[in-house]
T-cell receptor, first 109, second 115 residues
Framework: QQPVQSPQAVILREGEDAVINCSSSKALYSVHWYRQKHGEAPVFLMI?????EQKGHDKISASFNEKKQQSSLYLTASQLSYSGTYFC??????????FGTGTRLTIIP | DAGVIQSPRHEVTEMGQEVTLRCKPISGHDYLFWYRQTMMRGLELLIYFNNNVPIDDSGMPEDRFSAKMPNASFSTLKIQPSEPRDSAVYFC?????????????FGPGTRLTVT
């Protein structure tokens, strides 16, 4: 039931764009996105709800395709501060999250 | 608010010893979650509570692990006896309400090393 994230790792130059995908084999009620920097706790980015709209703030946005049980996180004009590991956490209609394996994003100057 | 508080931040113990991890959730949050993070298994849910009541402990690895929430502001995760394979970072998280719509706030974690 663990969602699959792709790619596993990506290296970008500052200013480039990235897309991180999260796929589930089971129907989803919501998708949460978190970012974790090395040695720190995961930090919440956004939630996408079933039937909801695409969300975003600053240059980070996300979409949720209910039919395909997929979510994508878009990082535009990446900044050094975007470096970290990104996790999607999926909800199957209960009160808990199942986290994906993570995507390690490295931004170089 | 101070956020989710966990203690200790680091714990080194010998195999066979009892380990107790502590968590104080954000005031007013009804849900509390315990996670374990390792390189091999990623971030996995161990147990969660709603209004101090354990709801789902299906992620607890075995009987050596136990968790309690005696009141709304305190929870413990105990490992007895500890084994080297328990070495991991343990996170506590809390949320205002159900996870479908509400974000989880993570504590700083406890890095456990069992030698």
């Amino acid at each position: 039931q663990q969602p699959v994230q792709s790619p596993q790792a990506v290296i970008l130059r500052e200013g480039e764009d990235a897309v991180i995908n999260c796929s589930s084999s089971k129907a989803l009620y919501s998708v949460h996105w978190y970012r974790q920097k090395h040695g720190e706790a995961p930090v919440f980015l956004m939630i996408l709800l079933k039937g909801g709209e695409q969300k975003g703030h600053d240059k980070i946005s996300a979409s949720f395709n209910e039919k395909k049980q997929q979510s994508s996180l878009y990082l535009t004009a990446s900044q050094l501060s975007y470096s970290g590991t990104y996790f999607c956490g999926v909800n199957f209609g209960n009160e808990k999250l199942t986290f994906g394996t993570g995507t390690r994003l490295t931004i170089i100057p | 608010d101070a956020g989710v508080i966990q203690s200790p931040r680091h714990e080194v113990t010998e195999m066979g010893q009892e380990v107790t991890l502590r968590c104080k959730p954000i005031s007013g949050h009804d849900y509390l979650f315990w996670y374990r993070q390792t390189m091999m298994r990623g971030l996995e849910l161990l147990i969660y509570f709603n209004n101090n009541v354990p709801i789902d402990d299906s992620g607890m690895p075995e009987d050596r692990f136990s968790a309690k929430m005696p009141n709304a502001s305190f929870s413990t995760l105990k490992i007895q006896p500890s084994e080297p394979r328990d070495s991991a970072v343990y996170f506590c998280a809390s949320s205002e309400s159900g996870t479908i719509q509400y974000e989880q706030y993570f504590g700083p974690g406890t890095r456990l090393t069992v030698t």
